[in-house]
């Protein structure tokens, strides 16, 4: 069950790249102010970065399950 889950957090993850991806599409097309399209860049990679390390911790328990399974 828990290999289940791992893989989920890779979906996750998968998904979230691609909503990051279009965020700053339409951030950069469509905010005027230079500071808030600054702040919430900086915002939305930080929330990339902690899907990232989530997927990252998803690996490391699978890899963990083989090893001792």
């Known amino acids: 069950r828990v290999s289940e889950y ?3 957090l890779h979906l996750i993850e998968n998904k979230a790249d691609d909503v990051y991806e279009h965020f700053l599409i339409d951030l950069f097309e469509n905010q005027k102010d230079s500071i808030e399209l600054i702040k919430k ?6 929330l990339e970065k902690a899907t990232d390390a989530a ?3 998803g690996k490391i328990i699978k890899t963990i399950i083989v090893k001792y399974a």
């Open 6 to 8: 791992c893989s989920e």
């Open 41 to 46: 860049k900086e915002i939305m990679f930080e």
């Open 55 to 57: 997927e990252s911790v």
